[in-house]
């Protein structure tokens, strides 16, 4: 070994990274910061389990047929009421099916999808 590496390092070279300044020190959220608008508390807060709506016709970019409107409400309640904001395929086919929907025809090309010949 070289006489560099086995000389000891002096305070000033040392560095630790935690000495400095730790970020985490305190709480800020026990600071009291005022706020343009409280939004915590009011008779406008939404009641604890209550969730936004997910479905709004009138903010998406098309027009919605009946059927399509009757879907997204279907789903919407189903998972508002089952409390799953992901369901699975298996479920939206059961949402399906619960709404009358049944396999009648023959299978037709999936718009957008290659076919293979």
């Known amino acids: 070994m070289s006489e560099e590496a086995q000389q000891p390092l002096d305070a000033a070279a040392m560095f630790d990274r935690r000495a400095k300044n730790e970020r985490r020190a305190g709480d800020r ?3 009291i910061i005022p706020v343009a608008l409280e ?3 009011g ?3 939404r009641q604890v389990g209550e969730r936004r709506r997910q479905v709004d016709p009138t903010t998406c970019e ?3 047929n ?3 409107i009757d879907f997204m409400r279907a789903m919407d309640d189903y998972k508002r009421y089952n409390h799953r904001p992901f369901p699975t395929w298996s ?3 059961e949402v399906l099916i619960a709404m009358g929907y049944r396999k009648v025809a ?3 090309p999936i718009p957008g999808v ?3 010949k």
């Open 66 to 68: 009946g059927e399509e």
């Open 114 to 116: 290659p076919q293979n």
């Open 106 to 108: 023959d299978a037709k």
């Open 62 to 64: 098309r027009d919605y």
């Open 43 to 45: 008779s406008e807060r």
């Open 39 to 41: 939004r915590r508390e």
């Open 29 to 31: 959220r026990k600071k």
């Open 91 to 93: 479920e939206v086919l």
